[in-house]
C-alpha cells in the first residue's frame, strides 16, 4: 500500500525522512488496541505529529511512514477532513479549525505497508523504493526532541561534512544501557556544529551494540531515535541476518558498515528529550509539556502543586 498525501506545502527539501509507525505498541495496551501508539496524545498533539514538526523545522518536508496493519488512522491523521472543518468554520472555531488545517498541511506525506514487525532494520529497508540513491533521515516516534534543543541540525551538518551515516548519542545511566544500542567511540577531532548549546560534540564510531548487558556495553552512549544514513544501508541491511529477538537490527546494520571502513559518526545530544515509548516516561512528557504551555501552564502548576502538597500529606498520614 503506497498513500500519497497533496495539499503539502510547497519547499524544497535535501533530505527525505522515513519515520517507522507499524509496531505493535504492546507496553500501552489495551489502548493500543484500537488506537495506533503514534497517535496518542502529548496533551492535545499526537506524538507523531511533534515528529513530522521537528523534520519540517529542520527543513524536511517529505516524509515516508512505514505502517503496519490497523495504522489507517495515521493516514487520516494527516489527511484534509472536510465535514469537521466545515463543522468548525460553520461554528467560527478558528482556533481549532488551523490546528486541524495544520495537521493536514505540514508535509508531504507518503506511506507504505511492512507486512509483519521484522525489526527497525526491516523497517528501513521497506523504504528503499521511497529514497532511492539519497541520504536520508530515519525518526523514531518514540524520542520526542524539545523542539528549543534541535538536534537533526548538527546531525544533517555532520553528514554533509563527513559523510557516511550519523546517529544521534545520549548519555544513560549504566544500569540502563541494556534497553539501548550502544556505541564505542573515538575522537573524530575539532568539528563545529549547530546548536552547540544541546550537543556535546561529534565522535567516531567505531563498533556498535544492541542492548547489551551492563558489564558487556562499550560506554555508556546510547543511540536514540534520530540517524542520518547514507544508502550504503541499504546493501548492509540486505546482508544483516536477523538479532536480537529474531528481528533485522538498524544497529547490527550499522555495526557492519563501521567494520568495513565506511564513515559512522554520533552527534552527542544534551538537550531535552522525552521518551514516550515508555509509560511512566510518557506521563512525564505530557506533564512537562502541559506545565510550558501558556495556556494550560498556570492553571495547571497551580493544580498540581496542591494535588501533589495534599498526596504527600496522604502518603505520610497512610505511612
Sequence with gaps: MKTYRKNANDRSNA???VIPAAGLGTRFLPATKAIPKEL????DTPALQYIVEEAVDAGLGEVLVI???????????????????????AKGDAGRLEAVLRSAELADVHYIRQGAPRGL??????????????????????????????LLDPMLEVQQKLG?????????????????????????????????????????ITDLVEKPAAQDAPS???IIGRYVLSPEIFDALDRTPPGRGD?????????????????????VFTGRRYDTGDRGDYLRAVVRLAAERPDLGPSFVEWLEEFLADFKQGAVIKS
Design 15 to 17: 533530505y527525505k525522512v
Design 40 to 43: 496518542l496524545p502529548i496533551v
Design 67 to 89: 505502517v503496519g496493519r490497523g495504522k489507517e488512522a495515521i493516514i487520516d491523521h494527516f489527511d484534509r477532513s472536510p465535514e469537521l472543518e466545515a463543522v468548525l468554520e
Design 121 to 150: 532494520g526491516h523497517a528501513v529497508a521497506c523504504a528503499r523504493p521511497y529514497v532511492g540513491g539519497e541520504t536520508f533521515a530515519v525518526m523514531l516516534g518514540d524520542d520526542l526532541i524539545d523542539a528549543r534543543d534541535p
Design 164 to 204: 557516511g551515516c550519523v546517529v544521534a548519542l545520549m548519555e544513560v545511566p549504566q544500569d540502563q544501557v541494556s534497553m539501548y544500542g550502544c556505541a564505542a567511540i573515538e575522537p573524530a577531532g575539532d568539528i563545529a556544529v549547530a546548536n552547540p548549546e544541546a550537543t556535546s560534540g561529534v565522535v567516531r
Design 220 to 222: 555508556n552512549l546510547a
Design 247 to 267: 528481528e533485522v537490527q538498524l544497529t547490527d546494520a550499522m555495526k557492519l558498515l563501521a567494520a568495513e571502513g565506511h564513515p559512522v559518526h554520533g552527534v
